[in-house]
C-alpha cells in the first residue's frame, strides 16, 4: 500500500445487508425475510413497501472503477434473482403474496474514501423480469 493510504475497513455481507434492512426500515419497508435461499438462487432481502413485494439485492463495493457496486448486478444476477423470487413465491405458505404487485431493488454501499465511510444507496424497482432475460409469463 502507499504511504497515505487508507484500505477501507471490511464490510461484511451480513453486515452490508443488515445495514441494508435498517435503510429500507427507515423508509417505510417491512422486512419479511433475510437471506432465503433455494436451489436456483439467493434473495438478500424480502420486503414490502406499501402493498409491493420487494426482492432485494445487496451489493458492497470498496472500488468504482470496475463499475461500482450496482454494476455487479449484470445480467446473470439479475436472472438468478428472478429464478429465486419464482421459488420464494411457488412455495404454499406464500400464496397470499402471489396478489401483491412485486419489483426488483438494489441497495449498493459505496467506499467514500473522502468520507471515510460507507454510502448506501436504494435503487428501487432497478430492473424488470424482462431486464433479466426472462420473458414475462402475464
Not at 484500505?7 to 453486515?15: C, F, I, K, V
Request: hydrophobic share 40%; with cysteine; net charge negative.
Amino acid at each position: 500500500m502507499c504511504p497515505g493510504t487508507e484500505s477501507p475497513p471490511r464490510l461484511s455481507g451480513a453486515e452490508a445487508e443488515r445495514a441494508a434492512a435498517e435503510l429500507l426500515e427507515a423508509g417505510g419497508h417491512r422486512i419479511l425475510e433475510r437471506n432465503f435461499n433455494s436451489p436456483v438462487g439467493e434473495l438478500d432481502l424480502i420486503t414490502m413497501d406499501g402493498d409491493t413485494l420487494c426482492f432485494v439485492e445487496v451489493k458492497a463495493r470498496f472500488d468504482p472503477r470496475f463499475g461500482g457496486a450496482a454494476a455487479a448486478v449484470d445480467r446473470r444476477k439479475r436472472g438468478r434473482l428472478v429464478r429465486g423470487a419464482e421459488a420464494f413465491l411457488c412455495q404454499p405458505e406464500r400464496a397470499a403474496l402471489r396478489r401483491h404487485p412485486c419489483r426488483f431493488d438494489v441497495v449498493t454501499a459505496t467506499w467514500s474514501g473522502d468520507d471515510g465511510d460507507w454510502t448506501f444507496t436504494h435503487y428501487p424497482d432497478a430492473f424488470t423480469v424482462d431486464d433479466a432475460g426472462r420473458r414475462s409469463w402475464l
